[in-house]
C-alpha cells in the first residue's frame, strides 16, 4: 500500500475509534446540561447555554417542569447506598483478602492452591445460581433488603480480585527483607504489618480502588437482594428510565453522577489497570 | 510451634475461607433445588423429582431459542472485539502522546458500569430524540429500529457489549505488544522480511497466550451476560434476545418456578465451569510466562 494511503487510513481510523467510545459519554455528558425543549429539537443542539437545573434537581430530589407540577425524584439515596454499598465492601474484602492474599504468596501448604483457585472460579460462576436460594434463604432470616447481606453478597465479586492481584505483588517482594527483619527478633505481626504491607502498598491500592469500580458497577445483586432503599445508582438508574415523565436531561444528569466515580478512579489506577484486569497475569 | 507453624496460612485463609463456603452453601442448595418440582406459587406441589426439570427445559423449544440467543450473543461479541480490540492495540503499540492519551481514555467505557451503559445508549437511540439516529439519516437509515425491533435488537445488544467491552482486551493486547522482545523484529527487519509476513508469522505467534488468556475471559462474561441485556431489553422484543441469566430471572420472578430456573443455572454453570477450567489453566500459563520475562 502507498505511504500516503496508508496514513490516511490510519487518521480515518483514529477519528473512528474516539467517536465510536469516547462520543457516547461527551453526549450524555452535554444531555445533563440541557432541559427537554433543547434536547427534543429535531436537529440535535451543540450550542445550548447550559443549565445547572438538572444537577440541582438531582441533588434536593424535587424538579419543577413547567406546564407540570413539581417531580420528586429519589436518586441521592441511590447513591449514598452506592457509596455504603462499595466503602464497606471494600473494606471487608481488605480485611478478609490480604492476609489470605499473603499466604497465598509465601506459603506452599496442602490445598492452598485448591482453596485460591476455587475463590477464582467464583468470579466465573454465574451469579444467579448462588442467588436465587440467597434470596429464599435470606428473606426467611430476615436479612433480605439489609446492607449486611448485599456487603456479604460483593465478596463474591471483590474478594478474588483483590486476592488474585494483591498475591502477585506479594510474591515479588523478596523473602529475604521479611527474614532479615524477623532475625532482628521481630515477630511476625510486626514483619507482616511494616516491612510486607508497605511494599506492596501501591498494588493492594490500586487493586482495593479496583474492587471499589466492581462493586458500584455491580448491578444484579442489589436488583434481587434489595429494595428500592438500599438499591445502588445502577439499579436507580434503570427505574428512573423506565418511570414516564422524568426530563431527559434529569436522566442523563442521574447517568453522569453514577458514572463519574468510576470515570475519576479509572483515572487514578490506570497505570495498574492491566494488571488488575487480568487478575494479576500480564503486568502493565 | 511446629504444628502452629503448619497451621498457620490456614489461619491466614481461615476468614476468606468461611466466605467460600458460605457461597458454597447455596450452590448447591440451587442443585438441589434444580431437583425439585419448587414453585413459589404452589407450594404444595413441592416434591423431589429427580432430572425431570432438566428433560422439561430440554425438550422445550423456548430453552432451545435461549441457548441459542446466548451462543450468538458470545460469538459476535468476542470475535467483533477480538478483532477491534487487536487492531486498535496495534494502531496505539507505538509510544506517543496521542497513543498514551487515547489508551487511557479508550479505557473509560470499561469502567461505565454495564448496565449504566445500556441506559445511555438508550438515550443516543432514542426514537424521538436519539443523536444516532439523526447520524444515520445524513447516510439513508431513517426508521432503524434498534432495541424495539425483533431482528436489531440483537445487533444493539452487541454494539453495546462491544461498546463496553472491547476496551478490556484492548489494554491486555496492549500490554502484551509492548511487552514483546524486540530481538525477532529486528532479525526480521535486516531481513527485509515483509509486514504482513511479521505480522503473523511473530507478532501473533508470540501474542497469542495473551489473546487466549483475554477471549476466555470475555467467553465466561459474555456467556453469563445480564446487566446489558435486562437493562436494555429485558430478553424481548418476544423472546429474540432472552440470554440464559435473563431467562432465569424471568422464570424466578415471574413464573416463580424455582426448580426451573435452578435447572437452567446448573446448565449454564456447568458450560461456564467448562469454559472456567481451560481459561485458568491458559491465564496460569501466561502468568508463569510474563512473571518469568520480568
Known amino acids: 500500500m502507498k505511504p500516503y494511503l496508508w496514513s490516511l487510513f490510519k487518521f480515518l481510523a483514529y477519528i473512528a475509534i474516539i467517536v465510536f467510545f469516547l462520543f457516547p459519554i461527551l453526549w450524555i455528558f452535554s444531555m445533563s446540561f440541557q432541559t427537554n425543549d433543547t434536547i427534543l429539537q429535531k436537529v440535535p443542539s451543540i450550542f445550548f447555554t447550559p443549565t445547572f437545573k438538572n444537577y440541582i434537581g438531582l441533588w434536593e430530589g424535587e424538579i419543577s417542569i413547567e406546564g407540570f407540577a413539581t417531580m420528586y425524584v429519589f436518586f441521592k439515596q441511590n447513591l449514598i447506598n452506592s457509596l455504603i454499598l462499595s466503602v464497606f465492601s471494600v473494606l471487608v474484602t481488605l480485611i478478609l483478602g490480604v492476609p489470605a492474599a499473603y499466604a497465598f504468596a509465601r506459603y506452599k501448604f496442602k490445598g492452598g492452591e485448591d482453596i485460591a483457585f476455587t475463590l477464582l472460579s467464583f468470579r466465573f460462576a454465574p451469579a444467579l445460581l448462588i442467588i436465587i436460594p440467597l434470596n429464599l434463604y435470606f428473606t426467611k432470616i430476615g436479612l433480605y433488603d439489609s446492607y449486611f447481606a448485599l456487603v456479604w453478597v460483593y465478596q463474591l465479586i471483590t474478594l478474588p480480585l483483590l486476592l488474585w492481584i494483591v498475591r502477585g505483588y506479594f510474591e515479588d517482594i523478596s523473602v529475604d527483607i521479611e527474614n532479615a527483619y524477623r532475625l532482628d527478633g521481630h515477630s511476625w505481626l510486626k514483619s507482616f504489618f511494616y516491612i510486607s504491607i508497605p511494599l506492596a502498598r501501591p498494588g493492594i491500592a490500586a487493586s482495593a480502588l479496583l474492587c471499589f469500580i466492581y462493586a458500584w458497577n455491580n448491578f444484579v445483586f442489589a436488583l434481587i437482594l434489595g429494595s428500592s432503599s438500599i438499591q445502588p445508582v445502577t439499579v436507580g438508574a434503570l427505574a428512573f428510565i423506565t418511570a414516564s415523565a422524568i426530563p431527559y436531561g434529569l436522566i442523563a444528569c442521574g447517568i453522569v453522577v453514577s458514572v463519574l466515580p468510576t470515570l475519576i478512579l479509572a483515572l487514578f489506577i490506570q497505570k495498574y489497570l492491566v494488571q488488575g484486569l487480568s487478575l494479576g497475569a500480564v503486568k502493565g | ?294
Open chain 2, 1 to 294: 510451634m511446629k504444628i502452629s507453624n503448619r497451621l498457620f496460612p490456614y489461619v491466614l485463609t481461615l476468614p476468606a475461607l468461611l466466605v467460600c463456603v458460605g457461597i458454597l452453601i447455596p450452590f448447591f442448595t440451587s442443585v438441589y433445588y434444580s431437583l425439585l418440582r419448587y414453585n413459589l406459587k404452589m407450594p404444595y406441589m413441592k416434591g423431589f423429582i429427580w432430572f425431570d426439570n432438566y428433560i422439561s427445559i430440554f425438550s422445550d423449544a423456548s430453552f432451545w431459542n435461549t441457548i441459542r440467543v446466548s451462543l450468538t450473543y458470545t460469538f459476535f461479541t468476542v470475535i467483533i472485539e477480538l478483532v477491534l480490540g487487536l487492531g486498535i492495540a496495534l494502531l496505539l503499540a507505538k509510544r506517543n502522546f496521542i497513543n498514551n492519551l487515547l489508551g487511557v481514555l479508550l479505557v473509560l467505557p470499561l469502567m461505565i458500569a454495564p448496565a449504566l451503559a445500556s441506559l445511555i445508549w438508550r438515550l443516543l437511540i432514542n426514537p424521538n430524540f436519539g443523536v444516532v439516529n439523526y447520524m444515520l439519516s445524513f447516510v439513508g437509515v431513517t426508521d432503524f429500529r434498534w432495541a424495539s425491533h425483533p431482528d436489531s435488537v440483537m445487533f444493539t445488544l452487541i454494539m453495546i457489549d462491544v461498546w463496553v467491552f472491547t476496551p478490556f482486551i484492548m489494554i491486555l493486547l496492549l500490554a502484551g505488544l509492548r511487552a514483546l522482545p524486540r530481538q525477532p523484529f529486528e532479525a526480521a527487519e535486516l531481513d527485509g522480511v515483509p509486514e504482513y509476513y511479521k505480522f503473523f508469522r511473530i507478532t501473533l505467534p508470540m501474542l497469542f497466550p495473551y489473546i487466549l488468556t483475554a477471549c476466555l475471559f470475555r467467553m465466561l462474561e459474555s456467556i453469563q451476560q445480564f446487566d446489558i441485556i435486562y437493562a436494555l431489553s429485558q430478553g424481548g422484543p418476544g423472546e429474540s434476545s432472552m440470554a440464559f441469566q435473563v431467562s432465569a430471572y424471568l422464570q424466578t420472578f415471574q413464573y416463580t418456578n424455582i426448580g426451573k430456573a435452578a435447572a437452567m443455572m446448573v446448565v449454564l454453570w456447568a458450560i461456564c465451569y467448562f469454559l472456567c477450567f481451560i481459561f485458568v489453566r491458559q491465564w496460569h500459563k501466561l502468568k508463569e510466562k510474563t512473571r518469568g520475562v520480568s
